[in-house]
């Protein structure tokens, strides 16, 4: 069963603009982790958030995390093209198990 | 190279037949994970291997499904008699010593049956 649900499914932006995604999950967990997807082919990382974190900043990219509401957020800030993918995010089950979720399309107009 | 590869990038097989897929890690990856996407969906956990420690295959939906690591490195996952509800995409992941640090994906194999 999946663990984190990502919501929205679906995210339509203009190119410039900020997409915000959230991933709510269930059990606790050592940390959270966001991919991104192009085509439906091999998944890459985009940045790993401990449970004792709350905020962390890649790039365009700005990830944060509350525990006590068993979510996080990614923040992509003034979207390209080249942001258009599917978003994923990753919580352990235990000690070598993630549970993705099923992801959140974001589609980047020009 | 340096990534995670996977073969064949496509794979179109008639229902019954037996498949292999390969994917060979990124070395020195002693952690090796195989996943299932189905189109539109997140991915299902199939199997893990780590060094030489009994694969975790809860993961596995039938025992048509299995799976090898030989020496530590390359892997292979089996399908026999294929169904059409098989087809989907087949990925694999290697990390290095921490298991749910990153997980670093090869392109994956699309399996489709017809």
């Known amino acids: 069963s999946q663990q984190g649900e990502e919501d929205p499914q679906a995210l339509s932006i203009q190119e410039g603009e900020n997409a915000t995604m959230n991933c709510s999950y269930k059990?606790?967990?050592?940390?959270l982790q966001w991919y991104r997807q192009n085509s439906g082919r091999g998944l890459v990382h985009l940045i790993l958030?401990?449970?004792?974190?709350r905020e962390k900043h890649s790039g365009r990219l700005r990830v944060t995390l509350d525990t006590s509401k068993k979510s996080s957020s990614l923040l992509i800030t003034a979207s390209r093209a080249a942001d258009t993918a599917s978003y994923f995010c990753?919580?352990?089950?235990?000690?070598?198990?993630?549970?993705f979720g099923a992801g959140t399309t974001v589609t980047v107009r020009a | 190279g340096a990534g995670v590869s996977q073969s064949p990038s496509n794979k179109v097989t008639e229902k019954g037949k037996d498949v292999e897929l390969r994917c060979d890690p990124i070395?020195?990856?002693?952690?090796l994970y195989w996943y299932r996407q189905s189109l539109g969906q997140g991915l299902e956990f199939l199997i893990y291997?780590?060094?030489?420690?009994?694969?975790?295959k809860s993961g596995l939906p039938s025992d048509r499904f299995s799976a090898e690591r030989t020496g530590g490195s390359v892997s292979t996952l089996t399908i026999q008699r294929t169904q059409q509800e098989d087809s989907a995409v087949y990925l694999c992941?290697?990390?290095?010593?921490?298991?749910?640090?990153?997980?670093?994906f090869g392109p994956g194999t699309r399996l489709t049956v017809l």
């Open positions: 070395s020195g990856h002693t952690a």
């Open positions: 059990t606790s967990i050592n940390n």
């Open positions: 291997f780590q060094g030489n420690s009994a694969p975790d």
């Open positions: 958030i401990r449970s004792n974190e």
């Open positions: 990753a919580t352990d089950l235990n000690d070598y198990k993630l549970s």
């Open positions: 992941a290697s990390t290095g010593v921490s298991s749910t640090d990153t997980q670093y």
